[in-house]
């Protein structure tokens, strides 16, 4: 069992950077209570303010997909809607 990276940013679309940043807390929270999460870090850019850098780790491949899905059904998910992933991930074979 290898351990997954995501590693990249999100671009916030400006108009919606107040409730992004609201609901950011509580999800960091959530994801970092997840069985097999490692590491879950998302980091406002000092220099554009509508960029967040992310570091995720996880034990595995399920425990990765396990928090995707949680993701894509909560508040989280519908707050960031219209936000833009750049991500690299290691470590799924898909």
């Known amino acids: 069992m290898s351990k997954v990276v995501l590693s990249g940013c999100i671009l916030v679309p400006e108009s919606e950077l107040r409730q992004v940043k609201a609901a950011l807390a509580k999800h960091i929270l959530l994801t970092r209570a997840e069985s097999g999460c490692l590491v879950f870090n998302v980091t406002a850019c000092p220099s554009d303010k509508t960029r967040f850098d992310v570091y995720e780790e996880f034990e595995s491949a399920a425990a990765f997909k396990f928090h995707q899905q949680r993701v894509a059904t909560s508040s989280w998910g519908t707050c960031t809607k219209n936000v833009t992933r750049y991500y690299n991930i290691e ?4």
């Open 91 to 94: 470590g799924l074979d898909e």
